[in-house]
């Protein structure tokens, strides 16, 4: 059964630093998005990506974030600049179509130090 | 407004035993879906109910949902030790966009 992978599992950086997360979405869906959860919050929307460009992002997803297809397969969330806060699992997910079943990778826990 | 408040907030129940979970949610939906979380994994898609929808099954768990209250409930029947894990519900709506907003989920643990 196809499932959205991603990578690293695990990310430990400095603060400051930038990190890429990486993710594979289901191969026929054309709806990403990525999501993060701070440990014992809440699953929170970051971004949602549809057509080569982003479709919705909420007031977590600030400058400081970034979200790219680099080719047909992979969809990444790059944060410039990591903070103390940014300390959270991250999970992206992926979609056939909007208002749909959205599939979760396992997510990579990013830790900032 | 928050969506997706499910409760109890936490569940302990026996092996073989139902487990019903409740969720509520303060804006019209088009869809809610309920997750599975083992800890600290990542979560698995278990069921989606359209708003035009009553009820629905899958293998072992029934899903209802009432717009009118804007709740559903998630039963899991015949639970097993493997079910322990947190659930949570998730909404979509044309309002704020085809993005899910969750609650805080349903700790359950199943002891055998």
């Known amino acids: 059964e196809p499932e959205v992978t991603q990578t690293p599992s695990h990310q430990v950086t400095q603060m400051g630093q930038e990190v890429i997360l990486r993710c594979v979405p289901i191969?026929?869906?054309?709806?990403f998005y990525w999501y993060r959860q701070i440990l014992g919050q809440k699953v929170e929307f970051l971004v949602s990506?549809?057509?080569?460009?982003?479709?919705?992002k909420s007031e977590i997803f600030d400058d400081q974030f970034s979200v790219e297809r680099p080719d047909g397969s992979n969809f990444t969330l790059k944060i410039r600049s990591t903070k103390l806060e940014d300390s959270a699992m991250y999970f992206c997910?992926?979609?056939?179509?909007?208002?749909?079943?959205?599939?979760f990778g396992p997510g990579t826990r990013l830790t900032v130090l | 407004s928050q969506q997706g408040e499910e409760d109890p907030q936490a569940l302990s129940i026996q092996e073989g035993e139902n487990a019903t979970m409740n969720c509520s949610y303060k804006?019209?939906?088009?869809?809610l879906q309920w997750y599975r979380q083992n800890s600290g994994r990542g979560l698995v898609h278990l069921i989606l109910?359209?708003?035009?929808?009553r009820e629905k099954h899958s293998g072992r768990l029934r899903v209802t949902l009432d717009t009118s209250k804007k709740s559903s409930s998630l039963l899991i029947t015949a639970s097993r030790a493997a079910d322990t894990a947190s659930y949570f519900c998730?909404?979509?709506?044309?309002?704020?966009?085809?993005?899910?907003?969750f609650g805080a989920g349903t700790i359950l643990r199943v002891k055998s």
């Open positions: 191969s026929n869906h054309l709806y």
């Open positions: 804006t019209s939906i088009n869809n």
């Open positions: 998730a909404t979509d709506a044309v309002e704020y966009g085809n993005k899910l907003v």
């Open positions: 109910i359209r708003s035009n929808e």
């Open positions: 997910a992926s979609s056939r179509r909007g208002y749909n079943e959205q599939f």
């Open positions: 990506f549809y057509n080569n460009e982003i479709s919705e």
